[in-house]
């Protein structure tokens, strides 16, 4: 059965802390590797990691994919209000020879930062 | 473009009611999705369209049947709701079936009592 496990289930820091997420996985047929941010409603996207494309950052935010460990880590440094939210990690999984992937998601971190 | 929509956005039914949750999308994606959250759940996948015209089971399809009506267009229906179904349900489609470029809907939000 494919898993996905994120950790810590929660995280409460004071704003301008860095934090570390971390998601782990075990499944078949791995394609690739995502992290979404979720604050009131739908999931938007931050990053896909791949064999090609391990390392990803954006502004304040980072991410690296080790295929050894089969981890994934999410940096945000200098943390601010607009951060809180929940973090899910999600796993791309080769499904078809059409190149067709579904995702399976963690239990996902809620983040919260204190003025 | 709207991107994924949902239809409705909240919604009661009592134990043993039916009822259809419509999705679309106007981005001519091929591949369409079905998930539902749970508090400490994560997102679980309940059944998924690679393309149209084809329709298959993911993690949780138990007590769910889902009609790719058209390219645009992927309903999910409880044909005999439970409390157990109580959930936000999210649909998302995407071009070429790949996770990186998954677009979700804003979720229906659906108590069953």
């Known amino acids: 059965e494919d898993k996905v496990v994120q950790s810590p289930l929660s995280l409460v820091v004071h704003e301008g802390d860095t934090v570390t997420l971390n998601c782990s996985y075990e499944?078949?047929?791995?394609?690739?590797l995502l992290w979404y941010k979720q604050e009131k409603k739908a999931p938007t996207f931050l990053f896909m990691l791949?064999?090609?494309?391990i390392e990803k950052k954006s502004g304040r935010l980072s991410s690296i994919l080790d295929k050894k460990e089969l981890s994934s880590i999410l940096n945000i440094t200098a943390t601010q209000t607009g951060d809180s939210a929940i973090y899910l990690c999600?796993?791309?999984?080769?499904?078809?020879?059409?190149?067709?992937?579904?995702?399976?998601f963690g239990t996902g971190t809620r983040l919260t930062i204190i003025p | 473009n709207a991107g994924v929509t949902q239809t409705p956005k909240f919604q009661v039914l009592k134990t043993g009611q039916s009822m259809t949750l419509q999705c679309a999308q106007d981005?001519?994606?091929?591949?369409m999705y079905w998930y539902r959250q749970d508090p400490g759940m994560g997102l679980r996948l309940i059944y998924y369209?690679?393309?149209?015209?084809?329709?298959d089971k993911g993690e949780v399809p138990n007590g769910y049947n889902v009609s790719r009506l058209n390219k645009r267009e992927f309903s999910l229906r409880l044909e005999s709701a439970a409390p157990s179904q109580t959930s936000v349900y999210f649909c998302?489609?995407?071009?070429?079936?790949?996770?990186?470029?998954?677009?979700f809907g804003p979720g229906t939000r659906l108590l069953v009592l």
């Open positions: 791949t064999s090609s494309g």
């Open positions: 999600a796993v791309g999984i080769f499904i078809s020879n059409f190149g067709n992937e579904k995702l399976t």
């Open positions: 499944v078949t047929n791995f394609r690739s």
């Open positions: 998302a489609s995407s071009e070429m079936g790949r996770g990186g470029d998954i677009y």
């Open positions: 981005m001519n994606h091929n591949s």
């Open positions: 369209s690679a393309s149209e015209g084809t329709t």
